[in-house]
Antibody, heavy 119, light 110 residues
Framework: EVQLVQSGAEVKKPGESLKISCKGS????????IAWVRQMPGKGLEWMGI????????RYSPSFQGQVTISADKSISTVSLQWSSLKASDTAMYYC????????????WGQGTQVTVSS | QTVVTQEPSLTVSPGGTVTLTCASS?????????PNWFQQKPGQPPRALIY???GKHSWTPARFSGSILGDKAALTLSGVQPEDEAEYYC??????????FGGGTKLTVL
């Protein structure tokens, strides 16, 4: 059974750094693209970026380029999303998603990680 | 900036049929945009329903179908059930890192 298990909710202050994670299991982790999706409170879904764990090929949506960093550690089947300096506007639910073979279609979703940034 | 447009809200009666659409600001949506459709219920992560325009995942109920209608991607629900009340999102692929979600359609079953 394919599973994407995300790290727990975070409460941070503006300016702090943060790294959240997504651990894949039940499949060959290196061979499937994983993307991150943001959902701000009461709003729709926003596609942030994608990584291929096999070679860490990473691509960012123009809206998120330079704002976050996506990385992968094959040894622990984990993809991460990190911020160097959080803003209140980063408050959102973040989902990791696994693509089907080929990298065009999302198949599985993680349970989500709530990030709250408040002074 | 590329914008993907969906109907903000739709209402359907139980047992009825409804079609949700997904339009691109760049022009006609084709199969080359690999339209995906997702369902999200309150407090839950989204769930994938349709891939590559009309492909169904193993868990997708038969009453859901995807297609291209005119210049838009479409999701049709036939024989709507009360549990289909949810938010529905489409996702289009524009190449490389350019993938854009629609704004979502809130479907009410009434």
């Amino acid at each position: 059974e394919v599973q994407l298990v995300q790290s727990g909710a975070e409460v941070k202050k503006p300016g702090e750094s943060l790294k959240i994670s997504c651990k894949g299991s039940g499949y060959s982790f290196s061979n499937y693209w994983i993307a991150w999706v943001r959902q701000m409170p009461g709003k729709g879904l926003e596609w942030m970026g994608i990584i291929y764990p096999g070679d860490s090929d990473t691509r960012y949506s123009p809206s998120f380029q330079g704002q976050v960093t996506i990385s992968a550690d094959k040894s622990i089947s984990t993809v991460s999303l990190q911020w160097s300096s959080l803003k209140a506007s980063d408050t959102a639910m973040y989902y990791c998603t696994r693509y089907k073979e080929g990298g065009y279609n999302i198949e599985y979703w993680g349970q989500g990680t709530q990030v709250t940034v408040s002074s | 900036q590329t914008v993907v447009t969906q109907e903000p809200s739709l209402t359907v009666s139980p047992g009825g049929t409804v079609t949700l659409t997904c339009a691109s600001s760049t022009g006609a949506v084709t199969s080359g945009y690999y339209p995906n459709w997702f369902q999200q219920k309150p407090g839950q992560p989204p769930r994938a329903l349709i891939y590559s325009t009309s492909g169904k995942h193993s868990w997708t109920p038969a009453r859901f179908s995807g297609s291209i209608l005119g210049d838009k991607a479409a999701l049709t629900l036939s024989g709507v059930q009360p549990e289909d009340e949810a938010e529905y999102y489409c996702l289009l692929y524009y190449g490389g890192a350019q993938r854009v979600f629609g704004g979502g359609t809130k479907l009410t079953v009434l």
